[in-house]
Protein backbone atom coordinates (compact mmCIF):
# COMPACT_ATOMS: atom_id res chain seq x y z
CA UNK A 1 0.00 0.00 0.00
CA UNK A 2 1.18 3.54 -0.44
CA UNK A 3 0.07 6.82 0.49
CA UNK A 4 0.87 9.51 -2.15
CA UNK A 5 0.65 12.31 -0.08
CA UNK A 6 2.59 11.62 2.39
CA UNK A 7 5.23 9.53 0.92
CA UNK A 8 5.20 6.28 2.37
CA UNK A 9 4.70 2.48 1.15
CA UNK A 10 3.62 0.10 3.64
CA UNK A 11 6.71 -2.37 1.87
CA UNK A 12 9.95 -1.10 1.65
CA UNK A 13 12.15 -3.68 -0.24
CA UNK A 14 9.94 -6.02 0.50
CA UNK A 15 10.02 -5.59 3.87
CA UNK A 16 6.77 -4.72 6.67
CA UNK A 17 7.89 -0.04 7.14
CA UNK A 18 7.70 0.33 10.73
CA UNK A 19 7.12 4.04 10.29
CA UNK A 20 4.27 3.23 7.99
CA UNK A 21 2.63 1.17 10.54
CA UNK A 22 3.05 4.05 13.39
CA UNK A 23 1.78 6.73 10.78
CA UNK A 24 -1.43 4.64 10.17
CA UNK A 25 -1.99 4.16 13.56
CA UNK A 26 -1.51 7.79 15.04
CA UNK A 27 -4.43 8.52 12.25
CA UNK A 28 -6.76 5.79 13.12
CA UNK A 29 -6.50 7.40 16.72
CA UNK A 30 -6.83 10.53 15.75
CA UNK A 31 -10.62 9.56 13.78
CA UNK A 32 -11.50 7.62 16.59
CA UNK A 33 -10.82 10.62 19.45
CA UNK A 34 -12.60 12.86 16.54
CA UNK A 35 -15.60 10.61 16.10
CA UNK A 36 -15.83 10.46 19.57
CA UNK A 37 -15.66 14.23 20.32
CA UNK A 38 -18.42 14.26 17.78
CA UNK A 39 -20.84 12.24 19.26
CA UNK A 40 -20.30 13.94 22.90
CA UNK A 41 -21.48 16.88 20.60
CA UNK A 42 -24.50 15.33 19.33
CA UNK A 43 -25.36 13.89 22.86
CA UNK A 44 -25.27 17.61 23.84
CA UNK A 45 -27.11 19.13 21.45
CA UNK A 46 -30.15 16.85 21.72
CA UNK A 47 -29.84 17.06 25.77
CA UNK A 48 -30.25 21.30 25.07
CA UNK A 49 -33.17 20.62 22.62
CA UNK A 50 -34.32 18.37 24.82
CA UNK A 51 -34.17 20.64 28.19
CA UNK A 52 -36.19 23.76 25.29
CA UNK A 53 -38.34 21.26 24.48
CA UNK A 54 -37.69 21.23 20.67
CA UNK A 55 -36.45 17.62 20.38
CA UNK A 56 -38.38 16.01 17.88
CA UNK A 57 -37.14 12.60 17.73
CA UNK A 58 -39.08 9.22 18.75
CA UNK A 59 -39.69 7.94 21.65
CA UNK A 60 -36.80 5.08 21.99
CA UNK A 61 -39.12 1.83 22.20
CA UNK A 62 -42.21 3.19 20.47
CA UNK A 63 -43.70 1.90 17.90
CA UNK A 64 -46.19 2.31 14.78
CA UNK A 65 -49.51 0.56 14.65
CA UNK A 66 -49.94 -0.76 10.77
CA UNK A 67 -53.09 1.55 10.91
CA UNK A 68 -51.10 4.24 11.82
CA UNK A 69 -48.10 3.60 9.28
CA UNK A 70 -51.07 2.93 6.21
CA UNK A 71 -52.98 6.08 7.57
CA UNK A 72 -49.35 8.29 7.65
CA UNK A 73 -48.30 7.24 4.56
CA UNK A 74 -51.28 7.23 1.95
CA UNK A 75 -49.60 8.99 -0.95
CA UNK A 76 -47.34 5.98 -0.62
CA UNK A 77 -50.55 3.69 -1.29
CA UNK A 78 -51.96 5.72 -3.92
CA UNK A 79 -48.51 5.29 -6.22
CA UNK A 80 -48.70 1.38 -5.35
CA UNK A 81 -52.17 0.91 -6.12
CA UNK A 82 -51.42 2.81 -9.67
CA UNK A 83 -48.27 -0.20 -9.85
CA UNK A 84 -45.47 1.88 -9.29
CA UNK A 85 -42.10 0.36 -9.07
CA UNK A 86 -41.17 0.26 -5.08
CA UNK A 87 -37.84 2.52 -6.23
CA UNK A 88 -40.11 5.04 -8.24
CA UNK A 89 -42.60 5.57 -5.29
CA UNK A 90 -40.28 5.90 -2.96
CA UNK A 91 -38.93 8.97 -4.91
CA UNK A 92 -42.47 10.54 -5.94
CA UNK A 93 -42.90 10.85 -2.00
CA UNK A 94 -39.98 11.64 -0.44
CA UNK A 95 -39.74 8.92 1.72
CA UNK A 96 -37.01 5.54 1.77
CA UNK A 97 -37.42 2.31 -0.03
CA UNK A 98 -37.70 0.85 3.34
CA UNK A 99 -40.68 2.96 4.35
CA UNK A 100 -42.56 1.95 0.91
CA UNK A 101 -41.82 -2.18 2.20
CA UNK A 102 -43.10 -1.51 4.86
CA UNK A 103 -46.42 0.39 4.25
CA UNK A 104 -46.65 -2.11 1.00
CA UNK A 105 -46.39 -5.43 3.46
CA UNK A 106 -48.70 -3.38 5.94
CA UNK A 107 -51.38 -3.00 3.18
CA UNK A 108 -51.66 -6.15 1.61
CA UNK A 109 -51.91 -7.45 5.60
CA UNK A 110 -55.25 -4.54 5.90
CA UNK A 111 -56.31 -5.96 2.66
Do not use: W
Not at 18 to 42: C, H, P, T
Not at 61 to 85: A, R
Amino acid sequence: MKVDNLGIESLVNGKPNSAFKLIISVIGNIAEMERDSLLERQREGINLAIAKGVYKGRLKGSVESDEQVLNKYKEVIKYLKKGQSLRNTAKLCNVSLGTVQKVKKDFKLAS
